[in-house]
């Protein structure tokens, strides 16, 4: 059971206030009520971020993105029936109303649980050459370069050991025998890591072909050269919630024309708009990829993700989109090191 009144928020109060409740809480929801604190919605992550996807601005009202009918169960449903919504409905977290449609508690479906381990395997592609960092790379694997005082890769793993996650395959190729040597079986963390090792370049998705098990779940693959704070329990539930083969995290990324655009119709000139800004959702390099989506990757060729999301698509096969607001960072140039390095000083990484 779970008081409700930190979670409670208006139809009228706006998604930044949702994202704020939901952020601080431990339950991952907001219950939108009226005056009178009747249940008239409620609001996850995934709500949010598909609000997002549809170009919904985050000072806008909750009342655009909201569950208008929520599953809940009333005062008067024995345990064994909430249990039975909750686990029918694949659902975490059940409001319980008065008759009135009141709001008088929140139960939670593993309320008792307070850490619990993520079966999900996560894989790390660690085999770039990062060769636009230039003479850091020389001797070096950029996974290990450090970020503060610890290898980038050290910096993703813990994130992920963090939230849960304790089975990694580590994809390597460059310099493997230093990342090997590094990060080991994972003892050192109380973690499993195995590794499967490129002898050639097979990209983003290539490398997969050499998984040496099928998995049973849906795996996390993401770059060894990111930095980011994304809820990785979050996209795995927006995953199943969406019935997805496959789900890609995406960036919002922003370019400014740096001219005057002219719109014209034939010889005839119809406005001109001052350096107008440009927004596009960028891969963000981490995935979510269900079992059966592994098949179409074709063994030992280079393969790129764009690539295995082309193929899905093809065969109109449940594909996402998860949009990425948390911090994020490709480390991909010299300056993005050195901003990396500087953002770790600061507590921000």
């Not at 024995?78 to 039975?84: G, Q, R």
């Not at 709001?103 to 079966?119: A, G, H, P, T, Y």
């Not at 010299?334 to 921000?348: K, T, V």
Request: include cysteine.
């Amino acid at each position: 059971m779970k008081s409700i009144n930190r979670l409670l928020i208006s139809p009228h109060s706006s998604i930044m206030e949702a994202l704020f409740i939901i952020d601080k809480g431990s339950v991952q929801i907001a219950l939108v009520v009226d005056e009178e604190q009747r249940l008239i919605g409620t609001i996850t992550d995934g709500d949010i971020r598909r609000g997002i996807l549809r170009g919904i601005e985050l000072n806008s009202e909750v009342r655009l993105i909201m569950q208008s009918s929520p599953i809940v169960s009333t005062e008067d449903d024995s345990p064994e029936i909430v249990f039975a919504k909750m686990k029918n409905y694949h659902l975490k977290q059940i409001p319980i109303v008065d008759k009135l449609g009141k709001v008088v508690r929140l139960e939670l479906l593993d309320e008792m649980i307070k850490f619990k381990r993520n079966d999900n395997w996560v894989v790390l592609m660690a085999g770039g050459l990062g060769s636009r960092l230039g003479e850091l790379t020389k001797h070096c694997p950029k996974p290990l370069l450090k970020i503060g005082t610890k290898p980038i890769l050290e910096v993703i793993l813990e994130n992920f050991i963090a939230n849960g996650f304790y089975r990694f395959i580590i994809s390597v190729n460059y310099k493997a025998e230093m990342i090997m040597s590094y990060f080991g079986d994972g003892s050192r963390w109380g973690v499993e890591i195995l590794y499967v090792q490129e002898n050639k370049r097979l990209g983003t998705a290539g490398a997969l072909s050499l998984l040496p098990f099928l998995p049973d779940e849906p795996i996390i693959v993401m770059n060894g050269d990111l930095l980011t704070k994304v809820n990785f329990k979050q996209l795995l539930d927006f995953h199943i919630e969406t019935k997805s083969k496959a789900t890609m995290c995406v960036r919002e990324y922003e370019y400014q024309v740096p001219y005057g655009v002219v719109r014209v119709n034939n010889d005839r000139l119809e406005g001109i708009e001052e350096k107008p800004v440009q927004r596009f959702f960028i891969s963000g390099g981490i995935y979510v990829l269900s079992p059966d989506a592994l098949q179409y990757i074709p063994q030992d060729t280079f393969y790129d993700m764009p690539s295995l999301f082309d193929k899905l698509l093809q065969l109109e096969a449940a594909t996402s989109a998860f949009p990425i607001r948390e911090y994020w960072m490709d480390i991909g140039r010299l300056d993005d090191f050195e901003r990396a390095n500087s953002e770790y000083l600061q507590g921000i990484v």
